[in-house]
Structure formats: C-alpha cells, structure tokens
C-alpha cells in the first residue's frame, strides 16, 4: 500500500504545486490534543499524508521545480534504497547508496585522500590534486574543502579548461 501510495506520488508530482501553498505552523492546528489509544489504520495515515502533509511540502522532484540543481533523490535511487532496506542489506556486499550526490561526493574524496595519504604520508596533504572536467558540478570544490584538502594555484588550475597535458605538467612540478 505505501509502495502504491509513492508511486502514485511520482506519477502525479507535476499536479502538485512546486513550493508549499501553507504558512508556517498550519499542521499544529490539525494534530489531536493527544495521541491515539488506538492504532489507526493504514488507510487513515496515508489520507493524513495526502490532506496534511503533502499540501506543505515543496516538491523538489516535480518536472516543474527549476529553481535548484536537482541531486537529492531520484526514482531508480529511492527504489534501490527501499529494496536494500527490505532485505536489510544497506552498505553490506561491498557498496554504499547515498542519499545526496554532495554525500557521496565527499565519500569518494575522503577515500580517495586517506588511501593515497596513507601510501604517501599525511604529511603530503598539500599535494593532494583533484581533477575533474569542466563540467563537474560545484558539489566537488566544496567537498574538496570540506575533507582539508588545501586550495591552492594547482588545485585551482586543475579545475579549469586547459588541456590535459597543462594538468600532467602541473602535477609533475608540483610532486617533484
């Protein structure tokens, strides 16, 4: 039933309106004074989800939403998620699922660094040099600053657009 619920969720996103249509504090004035002394059917929570929660969310994934790049979730990763949750298996077998492309982001560059500090040193953090293409997106610089690796003429340069040679010969003088 709730495997429905989302799917009819993601098949009708684009019918909801993009950004919240509520003030703030409006689901206060719908909750009960207590709780339930009795648990409440499936059923009813969904259609509290549907009138209460649904009407005060902005809705991040609609094909209508273009103020943000949107990384936060898709279909096919929600799914995976749910089917690796059902069998109790997240992060065992040798992956991971994040749940943001920023998370796995700085995932990949805390392992990457630690893997090449403890070959060269942590002393040789300074050295550290991270390519990507010129369409890499933002997330990366940020990353790169939140895992210590230092800014610098070469970082900066190995971000821009020139050749991949440039690249070579700047980490060639920059290790040697």
């Known amino acids: 039933m ?4 989302i799917a009819d969720y993601y098949k009708n996103i684009e019918n909801y309106p993009v950004q919240s249509q509520v003030k703030p504090g409006y ?3 719908k909750l009960p004074d207590t709780a339930p002394y009795c648990p409440e059917s499936l059923e009813d929570v969904l259609k509290d989800v549907t009138a209460s929660i649904i ?4 809705h991040w994934q ?15 990763g929600f799914v995976g998620e749910m089917l690796c949750t ?3 298996v997240v992060g065992n077998g040798g992956g991971v699922l994040h749940g943001s492309t920023c998370e796995a982001i700085v995932c990949t560059l805390v392992a990457a660094r630690d893997k ?7 002393e040789n953090i300074a050295k550290l040099v991270v390519y990507a293409s010129d ?5 990366l610089l940020k990353g790169v600053k939140l895992v210590g690796i230092p800014e610098g003429k070469n970082l900066q340069r190995a971000f821009g657009r020139d050749s991949f040679a440039e690249k070579m ?5 920059y290790y040697n």
Do not use: C, E, K, M
């Open 62 to 76: 609609s094909p209508n939403f273009f103020a943000y790049f949107q990384a936060n979730a898709s279909t096919a």
């Open 135 to 139: 369409q890499t997106h933002s997330t």
């Open 116 to 122: 090449t500090l403890r070959n060269f040193g942590a």
């Open 86 to 88: 059902g069998l109790n």
């Open 2 to 5: 709730v495997i429905d619920f």
């Open 55 to 58: 009407p005060g969310l902005t």
């Open 27 to 29: 689901l206060l004035t």
């Open 169 to 173: 010969s700047i980490f060639s003088d």
